[in-house]
């Protein structure tokens, strides 16, 4: 008696489905793929919630670059992103800051990785007299 397709039998090893080796084995590679769903899901809203944010904010890289601003920075700053990605955040410097600001802003970050604050930033210089 046959009970489950699991039982059927093959003529060949090469056509014979994969055997789960308990309900256990199917569950757990049922819920890790459920995982890495809810994964790519967060991901997407994480996404999501940085581009659509009124807040103004950069992604840099380890070595310091902008690889990522969302649409407020752009409104904000008036830097179009291809103006500003692969820079220093340093060129945003307005010098409203002291070193003080800068060094307690750079422990944050070299110790949690991130760091959320606010920066009086200059914003890109518009030249309105200019012909194009």
Known sequence: MISSPFDLPCLAKE???LKPTSLDNLFNAISDS?????????????????????????ITSHDNKIIAVNTAFTQITGF???????????????????KQFYGEMWTA????????GEIWNKP?????FSNG
């Open 15 to 17: 056509q014979c489905p």
């Open 109 to 116: 970050l070299s110790r949690e990785k991130k760091w959320s």
């Open 34 to 58: 459920r995982k890495e769903s809810d994964k790519n899901d967060l991901i997407h809203i994480t996404s999501s919630a940085f581009f659509h944010s009124s807040v103004a904010m950069t």
């Open 80 to 98: 179009k992103q291809h103006e500003i990605l692969g820079k220093n955040p340093r060129i945003l410097s307005s010098g409203k800051h002291d």
């Open 124 to 128: 890109k210089m518009v030249n309105y």
